[in-house]
C-alpha cells in the first residue's frame, strides 16, 4: 500500500510546488525542496497519485490522476503563500506545465528539470526509443504486464549517490526511491500527456528555467530545445554538463538550487523579459 511522504518546509510567502518523476517519489526532489528553503521559500514535494506503493496501485491511475493531484497539491500549498512556482523532475515537468496550462493565472513561473517528451537518451535500449509508440499498443492488449526495468547508469553521474539510489531502488521499498522499473501501461500514459502538452506549448506563458543535463541519458538535450524553440513565454535555458538525467539528485544540485532560487526572484522583481537571457555564467556549466 502507498505510503505518505510528501513533506512540506515552511518558508516564507514564495511557494514552490515540486513534483517528482513517473515511478518516482518525492525523496527526489529533497535536496533541492530544502536549498529553497534556506533561501527563503516555502516548498511542499508532493506526492502523485498512485505512487510510492506497489505497481497494481500506480497501474490504477493514469496522467488525468496525476494532474489533479497537482492540482490538490498546488491549492493546499497556494493557501500559504502569496506567489506559487511549479517545479518538476522528467515527467514532473510535464506536469508542471499541465498546470500552468489549466491555471495559467495560478502560476507565477516554472522550473522544469530533466523535461520528458520521449525517452530518447544514449543509455535508453532500442527498445525503449520505441516506447513513443505505447499509446497505441497497449489498447491492444499487447505488453499490460510488461515494464521497461532501470538500466545503467540510472540518471546519475555520481557514482555514490547512484549506489545509494539504486540501493534503495531495488531494495523493495518504492516510496525511498521508486520503482525498478516502468510498466508499459503507464508509460502509454506519460506519452499520451507529453501529447497534450506538447501541443499547447505556445499557450504556456509563464516564465520557464529549463535545467538539463547535456548527456541526459535518458532524455536527449532535444526535449530541452522543444521546449525552447516553442514555450510562450520568456525561458532560458541551463545546461548542465557533468550530470544526467536526475539532475536534483546528481553532482550540480547546488547549481540547479541557486539558479532556480535567483530566478524565482528575478521573476518577482519583474525583471524576467523574453530579451533578457540568464547571466551568460549560468547557461551552460562544467567541464568542457
Known amino acids: 500500500m502507498s505510503k505518505q511522504v510528501d513533506y512540506l518546509l515552511p518558508g516564507g510567502r514564495t511557494g514552490v510546488l515540486l513534483i517528482h518523476g513517473l515511478t518516482g517519489t518525492p525523496a527526489e526532489m529533497r535536496f533541492v525542496a530544502k536549498g529553497l528553503q534556506r533561501r527563503g521559500c516555502t516548498v511542499y514535494a508532493m506526492q502523485l497519485a498512485g505512487h510510492c506503493g506497489t505497481e497494481a496501485e500506480l497501474l490504477a491511475t493514469g496522467w488525468r490522476d496525476w494532474a489533479a493531484s497537482v492540482h490538490a497539491a498546488a491549492a493546499r500549498l497556494s493557501a500559504q503563500v502569496d506567489r506559487l512556482f511549479v517545479g518538476g523532475l522528467s515527467m514532473g515537468a510535464l506536469l508542471a506545465l499541465n498546470y500552468a496550462l489549466e491555471a495559467p493565472d495560478a502560476v507565477a513561473g516554472l522550473a522544469l528539470y530533466g523535461t520528458t517528451f520521449r525517452y530518447d537518451g544514449w543509455a535508453v535500449p532500442a527498445i525503449g526509443k520505441l516506447s513513443f509508440l505505447l499509446p497505441w499498443v497497449v489498447p491492444l492488449g499487447i505488453g499490460r504486464r510488461r515494464s521497461f526495468t532501470e538500466v545503467f547508469p540510472y540518471g546519475l553521474r555520481d557514482e555514490r549517490m547512484r549506489q545509494r539510489i539504486v540501493g534503495a531502488m531495488f531494495g523493495g521499498d518504492s516510496s525511498a526511491a521508486g520503482l525498478p522499473g516502468n510498466p508499459w501501461p503507464s508509460l502509454a500514459e506519460l506519452y499520451r500527456l507529453a501529447r497534450h502538452v ?48 536526475m539532475v536534483t539528485l546528481d553532482g550540480e544540485r547546488e547549481t540547479l538550487i541557486e539558479a532556480s532560487a535567483q530566478f524565482f526572484q528575478r521573476v518577482q522583481r519583474g525583471r524576467q523579459q523574453a530579451t533578457t537571457p540568464l547571466p551568460l555564467t549560468l547557461r551552460a556549466v562544467g567541464a568542457e
Open 198 to 245: 506538447r501541443a499547447r506549448l505556445r499557450r504556456i506563458n509563464a516564465p520557464a528555467l529549463i535545467v538539463h543535463a547535456s548527456e541526459d541519458d535518458v532524455a536527449s538535450l532535444r526535449n530541452a530545445r522543444l521546449l525552447l524553440d516553442n514555450l510562450g513565454g520568456p525561458s532560458d535555458l541551463l545546461e548542465l554538463r557533468n550530470s544526467y538525467h
